[in-house]
């Protein structure tokens, strides 16, 4: 009889001691949880993108995503040889740190942000210095000289940040690129609801990597495909971490026709625009919360008093929301992703009412 052996291997240190990443998936009335696009695609815009009789199941994926990269890269006007495309952006993440993180390289990242670029740079044994950012989260003064200091190898700058909305322009990415022999990742999976973009300097930067995803805007988080653009050098070497069939061909398929009919996207991404100021303003006039101007599809909410109880309030209300409190300095603090209208109401009334001592029936 087979006998189970009494120890079996532990796993890495800086693994045993790493907290795994925890969505907090609960299944909710309102779920302003997870920067998603509030709105699914329009039925007809689906059955036209995925077409399910036209994918061969049999067959592995092209391992070069080579429809996808044109289609992206005609979007761009780059050459598919500038263009990486990963199961979601984390992947892209992974694989850029399994090609240029690892022993004896340091990623410098500006905190509060992205938590995947710490967890990603453990799980690659790449160390990881956190600058913090300043009071009002955009990036400290000297940020570049600072990088250096570090001896930081690949700094991430996620524009517009997640979790605090705001963004960091293309003069100040300008000073990080110049004279540094690293690389500057600038992650833009919020940008199509802001303005600038970095795209315009990968011309002049061959150390400059810019990550996109179809997950928000675009309405596509449930197929996982997110995109780095670059120079072909960068990305030939990203090609040579990541996994040969990363992204399944159904994925590959439907993201390739839906960014052939980007303009599509256009109306849904100026309402939640809309959405977001009038969220931005209603809750800032409430007593006890800030909350901080955004150029993503979120907003960033201080709260003066304990913001984990309102997190549950709002929990037993059906409305989740991200809770920021395991994060140091973060501890009242909330996300709050942008909802459809009717979705963006229902958290405004239960906000206010709470406000109110928490019922209306005196009134
Ligand atoms: N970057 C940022 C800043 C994000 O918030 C996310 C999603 N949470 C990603 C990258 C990765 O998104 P995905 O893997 O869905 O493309």
């Known amino acids: 009889m087979a006998r189970k052996p009494k120890e079996i291997l532990r796993p890495r240190a800086d693994i045993a001691a790493l907290r795994a990443y925890d969505p907090e998936h609960h299944r909710v009335r309102v779920n302003l949880s997870a920067n998603e696009n509030p709105y699914d695609l329009p039925a007809e815009l689906k059955a036209a993108i995925l077409q ?12 070069g995503a080579l429809e996808l990269r044109r289609a992206i890269g005609s ?29 004896g390289r340091t990623v410098v990242s500006f905190e509060p942000t992205f938590v995947m670029y710490r967890i990603l740079s453990t799980v690659t044994g790449t160390a990881c210095v956190a600058i913090e950012r300043g009071p009002d989260f955009g990036l ?22 997640n979790p605090t909305g705001n963004t960091v322009s293309n003069e100040a990415l300008v000073a990080m690129l110049t004279d540094f022999s690293g690389l500057v990742v600038v992650d833009e999976a919020y940008q199509e609801f802001a303005g ?30 997110g995109y780095l653009l670059a120079d072909p050098e960068i990305i ?23 960014m052939r009919r980007a303009g599509a996207l256009g109306g849904v991404i100026e309402e939640i625009r809309g959405e977001r100021d009038r969220v931005f303003e209603a809750i800032d ?3 006890g919360l800030t909350a901080y ?15 984990p109880a309102l997190w549950r309030d709002l ?49």
Request: aromatic residues 6%; charged residues 20%.
């Open 52 to 63: 399910v009789e036209q994918v061969p199941f049999n067959r592995y994926p092209d391992p």
């Open 75 to 103: 979007n761009y006007g780059l050459g598919i040889d500038g263009i990486a495309v990963g199961n979601g952006g984390d992947e892209l993440i992974l694989a850029l740190l399994l090609a240029y993180g690892g022993a």
């Open 140 to 161: 400290p003064g000297g940020a570049a000289d600072s990088v250096k200091a570090a001896a930081g190898d690949i700094v991430f700058i996620c524009s517009p940040n």
């Open 196 to 225: 600038e973009s970095a795209v315009s300097l990968l011309n002049d930067f061959p150390n400059l990597a810019v990550l996109r995803t179809f997950s928000k805007a675009f309405s596509l988080a449930g197929l996982r495909v």
């Open 236 to 258: 030939a070497n990203i090609l040579k971490a990541k996994l040969p069939y990363n992204v399944n061909a159904l994925s590959q398929a439907a993201a390739a026709a839906l």
């Open 285 to 287: 006039k409430m007593p």
């Open 293 to 307: 101007p955004s150029e993503a599809n979120f907003i960033f909410v201080r709260v003066a008093g304990d913001g």
């Open 315 to 363: 929990l037993s209300e059906g409305i989740l929301v991200r809770n920021l409190g395991q994060t140091e300095g973060l501890e009242n603090c909330l996300r709050v992703t942008v909802g459809r209208p009717d979705e963006n109401d229902v958290l405004i009334e239960t906000l206010e009412k709470r406000g109110r001592g928490g019922d209306d029936q005196n009134r």
